[in-house]
């Protein structure tokens, strides 16, 4: 186990150097520093500042949940959880690790292990389709004003509606009683399924009866906090472009549209340098220059590490973290 641990870590050094020498290839390393030494601190540092309100929205909105699955946090707690959680999901790449630390810590302390993943399910759900409707709003305005005649870019707007029907359908069986029975029958017939009680009782802790008031309430909650918390984040990376010079209000739609696309590629664990590279692409597709669009991201991504950092000191203090 230990060994296979080993080759995962050194291939995703590898894929990061690789990808990261692949950008100093195409671009030039003059071009590179040259606009990174361009860059305002004041506009980064906002970013910086933006990224942590997030967080702390973002923790009161898991603690909002968890108490709808009755399990009491107070505040101070779940924000060093969460804080924590974000440290892990920049630092060891994608959402799992963060996720993982926060179930296993509830789990281990109160014993709140399916209580804590349910909550991370809705909170992680909740902010993708904040995400999707800003990005059917940013691409039906390009479709209006008509900037853009890019058949490539229509291809990703494309791919977007498609992870949004599949993120909507997953929404809609949180919901729907009937749907969740269907689901628990299926598999209750399953009889190779390992762990099915576990299964079983985790979706059941998951799924939303919107029949209740306490869970309309919850649901009206999440919503409104993480309308906010994703703008703020969308936000980072327009501070991190208007740090560049790149940035104008005429071209603001595009970052509702494609900065929900990058997100989506965060639900892949991928080595530091993949997702800049790849939306860079994709701004490039509307138009925008590659170069500029990949160290726009790279000082986002930047921004937010910086940010999470805060998580890294809560966790290296926390008495119980050795656990």
């Known amino acids: 186990m230990k060994k296979k641990k080993i080759y995962t870590r050194l291939l995703k050094l590898f894929v990061t150097c690789a990808v990261i020498g692949w950008v100093i290839y195409s671009y030039g390393w003059v071009n590179i520093k040259s606009t990174i030494l361009k860059a305002r601190i004041d506009w980064l540092l906002g970013g910086v500042l933006l990224f942590v309100i997030s967080v702390i929205l973002g923790a009161r909105q898991w603690q909002i949940i968890l108490k709808n699955k009755r399990l009491q946090l107070p505040f101070g707690k779940a924000l060093r959880l969460y ?3 974000i440290f892990f999901n920049n630092f060891i790449l994608g959402i799992v690790a963060g996720d993982a630390f926060k179930v296993a810590t509830l789990q281990l302390d109160k014993k709140g292990g399916k209580a804590g993943f349910a909550a991370s399910v809705i909170d992680r759900l909740a902010g993708l389709l904040v995400l999707c409707l800003y990005a059917i709003v940013g691409g039906t305005v390009i479709f209006i004003l008509n900037i853009q005649q890019n058949k490539q870019f229509y291809m990703v707007l494309g791919v977007l509606a498609l992870f949004m029907a599949i993120l ?8 729907s009683r009937t749907l969740q029975n269907a689901i628990r029958d299926f598999l209750q017939k399953l009889p190779w399924l390992p762990a099915k009680e576990l299964i079983i009782n985790a979706l059941d802790e998951t799924f939303i ?3 209740l008031r306490e869970d309309k309430k919850m649901l009206l909650q999440v919503a409104v906090i993480s309308f906010f918390i994703q703008t703020l984040r969308i936000f980072v990376n327009i501070f991190a472009a208007q740090s ?13 549209v494609i900065i929900p696309i990058i997100s ?6 991928t080595p530091f340098g993949v997702r800049e590279t790849i939306g860079g692409v994709i701004f490039g597709f509307a138009g925008f220059s590659v170069e500029e669009s990949v160290i726009m991201l790279f000082l ?7 940010g999470s950092l805060v998580g890294g000191i809560m966790f290296l203090f926390d008495k119980k973290s050795g656990r």
């Open 209 to 211: 009866n919107r029949r």
């Open 83 to 85: 804080f924590t959680g």
């Open 244 to 256: 560049l010079g790149i940035f104008s209000f005429a071209i603001m739609h595009y970052f509702f």
């Open 168 to 175: 909507f359908g997953f929404f809609i069986i949180l919901l």
């Open 264 to 269: 989506l590629l965060m639900l892949v664990p």
């Open 300 to 306: 986002a991504t930047i921004v937010c590490v910086t």
